[in-house]
């Protein structure tokens, strides 16, 4: 069955796309939702001629995914978490945990454009933030356990400070 959607569904297309799917799920939750109506011949010219009165509009659009694209690029999050003994969550990290932590850093972002699977062990993964359909980011997330995240600092501070001393010995002899 096709479709033209009415509003973005993560997963399955943005707004104004034409889509196919099966006809039990348009049906029963698309078409009475208001998410989406039939792309039959009339339908499809209405959108054609509605997308090019909003040319410009989307364009501004997509500028503005794009600003807010640059504003949180390079962002890398470490995320500290509790831990079991085999590197197993207490929980898990979700978007709404990668959404408050990029809004601690000041960059205001809605957990529904964060899509990622839910992490539930320790490590390095990657949440992706859909500002528009042909604008996203990558941020990469890195879970690590509550106590370590000060042993961390340490080990960096004294990988940092070694080599400092290493070069400071042969220009003294």
């Given at each position: 069955?096709?479709l ?15 889509v ?11 078409i ?13 010219k209405?959108l ?5 009165q ?11 995914a ?7 690029n390079?962002?890398?999050?470490t ?7 085999t ?12 959404a ?19 992490i539930?062990?320790v490590?390095?993964y ?8 042909e604008?996203?980011v990558?941020i990469p ?13 340490e ?19």
């Amino acid at each position: 069955m096709e479709l033209i959607l009415k509003e973005d569904i993560i997963g399955l297309g943005f707004k104004n796309d034409i889509v196919s799917v099966k006809s039990g799920y348009g049906r029963n939750y698309l078409i009475p939702q208001g998410k989406a109506v039939i792309a039959s011949e009339s339908a499809k010219k209405v959108l054609a001629e509605n997308l090019k009165q909003q040319a410009n509009k989307l364009a501004a659009l997509k500028a503005a995914a794009e600003k807010k694209a640059e504003a949180i690029n390079g962002i890398a999050l470490t995320i500290p978490a509790k831990v079991s003994a085999t590197g197993a969550l207490y929980g898990s990290v979700t978007s709404a945990t990668v959404a408050e932590e990029l809004a601690k850093l000041g960059k205001e972002v809605d957990r529904k454009i964060i899509v990622m699977r839910d992490i539930k062990n320790v490590g390095e993964y990657v949440a992706t933030v859909v500002f528009h359909k042909e604008v996203s980011v990558e941020i990469p997330v890195t879970v690590v356990a509550e106590g370590a995240k000060a042993e961390v600092k340490e080990e960096v501070a004294e990988v940092e400070a070694a080599p400092v001393q290493e070069e400071e010995a042969p220009a003294a002899e």
